[in-house]
């Protein structure tokens, strides 16, 4: 059920509640005011009736002053005199004042109460006459209870019916920020970041538009980048790919034409039985072979360093470097690597930022130098690549590489930072990774330290 129709329903049920209990306190008011009044009526006619029978005076007129008696109660609205005979049938009788609204049957039943009836004997010489007999009647009482009560739950039904359309167009207006609310949302979860809603009204509601809003802007910022990233991603790959593709047509090609080459000769030369140059071809083809097996090692190092890592985070460096130092010979590698072993998640984490830092220095800085570092600093893993050159500056930080190496430090609950070299000549690319109380095999070494010039 809808929020605003569960408040109408709670706020109807409410004043039905009130309703109920007014309707018993009238219940209650009116049976009171009607025994009252009927208590009051009859003791008055009691009164009035002792006092007349004891004037009749014995003579002919007895039996006419009885029946002037009997009539003076005509249209009494509460009281009904009779004059029953000896054998006790009515003789006659006042004539009651009919009500204007009759009530209904239930309600004369409800608050009607117990009969109250008194019977008074005539003076002797009457006694052949019979008795006077008066009763009380409450359907005129009960009649203006009844009018009352039609009256107030008029003026109770009205005033419920005035608060409730007040209720339900002052909450139509209350929670239409709220229904908007829920429509972004929907939005929202179809996909559509763009959704906002308007920060009026309490200022309790407002602080959740304005967390929604927040919370809408942030996923919309979340999908574009993740759409810049996939376009990068997409980008990196080719020119991976490209690459590979380039390294391989011009490593392993000539050396797979010269092997070729060579083979095709060899039938040749063994027809013609010169055995030294048979024997010449066969090592070309085996160096050949070497070379290609040595550049095929260089790729899938890079592909897959995770064999590379088990043998430890400082092979798998001196690998990397070997392979960036045998396509870029001019450029001048500086290694500082703790041989210490970590754990399996923090070494590749560290490999890979080894990894990607030194591949954007060399295709985007063009640099002289290249610094890779990895320092235990008490409880911290230091992680440094720098360089001399001119390409990522510390204000470049959209870039696919550096958005997966922040993922992959964040995972360890690391920092990273990029800043520029103090001269202003390269970049300084730092991280620090936090390290469990005891690492992996507990033992430690001196670093090493190597230059590949």
């Given at each position: ?22 309707g ?57 005199v ?5 054998d ?17 049957h ?9 009969p ?14 019979g ?22 739950f ?16 002052s ?21 559509d970041?763009?959704?906002h ?11 959740i ?17 993740n759409q ?42 063994v ?6 140059e048979?024997?010449?071809?066969s ?9 290609m ?6 790729v ?13 985070l ?21 290694m ?27 295709r ?6 290249i610094?890779?570092t ?9 992680i ?8 990522i ?10 958005a ?22 390269g970049?300084m ?8 109380a005891?690492n ?14």
């Amino acid at each position: 059920m809808p929020l605003r129709r569960r408040i109408l329903a709670l706020i109807a049920l409410v004043l039905a509640l009130c309703l109920i209990a007014g309707g018993a306190l009238s219940y209650w008011n009116g049976l009171r005011k009607v025994d009252i009044e009927m208590s009051s009526a009859i003791d008055v006619a009691s009164s009035a009736v002792s006092d007349a029978l004891s004037t009749i005076a014995s003579g002919g007129d007895a039996r006419s002053q009885v029946l002037r008696l009997l009539s003076s109660f005509d249209g009494d609205r509460h009281i009904k005199v009779r004059l029953v005979s000896p054998d006790g049938k009515s003789v006659q009788g006042s004539h009651l004042l009919q009500p204007v609204d009759p009530p209904p049957h239930w309600l004369y039943w409800l608050l009607s109460g117990k009969p109250r009836e008194r019977t008074f004997d005539l003076p002797a010489d009457l006694g052949q006459m019979g008795t006077i007999t008066i009763a009380a009647d409450s359907h005129n009482e009960v009649s203006e209870v009844w009018e009352d009560l039609k009256l107030k739950f008029a003026i109770v039904g009205s005033f419920c019916a005035i608060v409730f359309g007040l209720i339900y167009a002052s909450l139509g207006r209350a929670l239409r920020p709220l229904e908007q609310l829920s429509s972004a949302l929907d939005r929202v979860g179809e996909g559509d970041y763009t959704a906002h809603v308007s920060e009026d009204g309490p200022d309790d509601l407002k602080r959740i538009y304005r967390a929604f809003n927040r919370m809408a802007e942030q996923l919309q910022d979340s999908e574009q980048r993740n759409q810049r990233l996939n376009e990068q991603l997409s980008t990196v790959q080719e020119e991976e790919r490209s690459e590979i593709a380039r390294d391989l047509h011009d490593e392993i090609g000539p050396f797979l034409f010269a092997a070729d080459v060579d083979a095709q000769a060899i039938p040749s030369l063994v027809s013609r039985q010169a055995s030294e140059e048979v024997v010449d071809r066969s090592k070309a083809i085996r160096q050949s072979v070497q070379h290609m097996q040595v550049h095929l090692r260089g790729v899938l190092s890079r592909l897959r360093p995770a064999h590379l890592i088990d043998q430890g985070l400082a092979i798998a460096v001196e690998q990397l470097v070997a392979f960036w130092k045998a396509r870029r010979p001019q450029i001048d590698f500086q290694m500082d690597i703790e041989d210490e072993r970590f754990s399996t998640a923090i070494e590749e984490v560290a490999f890979r930022i080894l990894q990607e830092g030194t591949s954007n220095a060399v295709r985007h800085g063009q640099p002289h130098t290249i610094g890779l570092t990895t320092r235990r600093t008490g409880e911290v893993l230091r992680i440094v690549v720098s360089d001399d050159g001119s390409g990522i500056t510390a204000k470049t930080t959209r870039g696919f590489g550096l958005a997966g190496m922040r993922e992959r430090v964040a995972s360890l609950d690391g920092r990273l930072s990029i800043s520029d070299q103090e001269n202003g000549q390269g970049v300084m690319l730092i991280v620090e990774i936090p390290l469990p109380a005891t690492n992996g095999s507990g033992n430690k070494h001196e670093p090493i330290t190597t230059s590949a010039a």
